[in-house]
């Protein structure tokens, strides 16, 4: 790093009054000496980390919350399964619920198996495997439909980070949050006649 900076400041020398900027996240947050006359961060804007732990490790507050609502509470009898391809399969009595929330808006199927989600102020774990347009956790009893289910941000005290879910799917903070997307609502268009 001050091979680099020593370098940029070399050559950045033959334009005098030119502003400088070199430092992204991990430089406005771990190195003063990249500052120069301005910073450019992004991912840390988000409230998440650059360097692969927690973005409230630096101070860093999350600006994005993603939420949805439980749509089905099932009772799966030992034997019964969940999802494509029968790849949950119950051991014994268990309640799951449905969450209207899939890979199309872009929850990454690697978070099936994986990741949780806050329901009550308590982390239910994600079903493998994560549908286009669903996901199913893991719930008991006191689970109701209509009942607020966090996907990502706070409920309750218990939280989850853009940074933990990256770190459970194998990615960066950033892939996490630009997959999230607002899906059209497509219109119907009847044809009548030939």
Known sequence: MRTQLERFL???AKAPGV????ANSAGTLGHPATHLEAVRPGIALYGASP?????AD???RPAMRWTSSVQLVRRLAPGESSGYGRRFIAREETTVALVPVGYADGYLRRLSGRADVLIGGRRRRVIDPISMDQLTVVVDDS??????V??????????????????????LPQEILCAVV??????????VGG
């Open 58 to 60: 630096h101070g860093l």
């Open 51 to 55: 360097f692969g732990d927690e973005g």
């Open 10 to 12: 070399a050559f950045t």
């Open 19 to 22: 502003p400088r900027h070199l």
């Open 150 to 171: 966090v996907l990502l941000g706070e409920q309750q005290g218990e939280r989850i980070s853009a940074d933990e879910l990256a770190r459970r799917a194998e990615t």
């Open 143 to 148: 689970v109701r439909v209509g009942d607020p």
């Open 182 to 191: 607002a899906r059209p609502t497509r219109a119907r268009r009847v044809v």
